[in-house]
């Protein structure tokens, strides 16, 4: 299972960071580098549970991503994660080592950063797939 999580990480990772559209809005980081502006799109969790069928091996990991923005208001922050979403949620993904991978929109929500300039979207997703061979 550790090797899904990073597979899937690997391909989101490619998938949002690749798309000329979400680029020109927000870049995305696993690690944000000190000092940067904003807005961008953080990697910020993931998690893994089997999800074994019929003698295959297969997994279950969830993965979610942090919108965040010092636009007033939610606006900004939500037009990124909704080329986010258009981009993930029921679309197909290349994961190395993997086949059957479905993407899965979760959860999306608008909170408030406890530093009150700061704009965050959650965006959750889930991605089952199936270990080749």
Do not use: C, F
Request: hydrophobic letters at 45%.
């Amino acid at each position: 299972m550790t090797a899904a999580l990073g597979a899937v990480q690997t391909a989101v990772y490619a998938r949002l960071a690749g798309d000329v559209t979400l680029a020109a809005m927000a870049p995305v980081y696993d690690e944000v580098p000190e000092g940067t502006a904003y807005p961008y799109v953080t990697i910020s969790g993931l998690d893994a549970t089997p999800d074994n069928a019929l003698g295959e091996l297969g997994s279950s990991v969830n993965i979610t991503l942090n919108v965040w923005s010092k636009y007033r208001g939610y606006a900004q922050a939500q037009r990124i994660a909704a080329r986010v979403d258009a981009l993930l949620d029921h679309q197909p993904l290349s994961v190395a080592g993997y086949r059957d991978v479905s993407v899965l929109q979760q959860a999306l929500r608008a909170v408030r950063d406890p530093n009150p300039e700061i704009r965050r979207v959650v965006a959750e997703y889930q991605v089952w797939l199936t270990q080749e061979g």
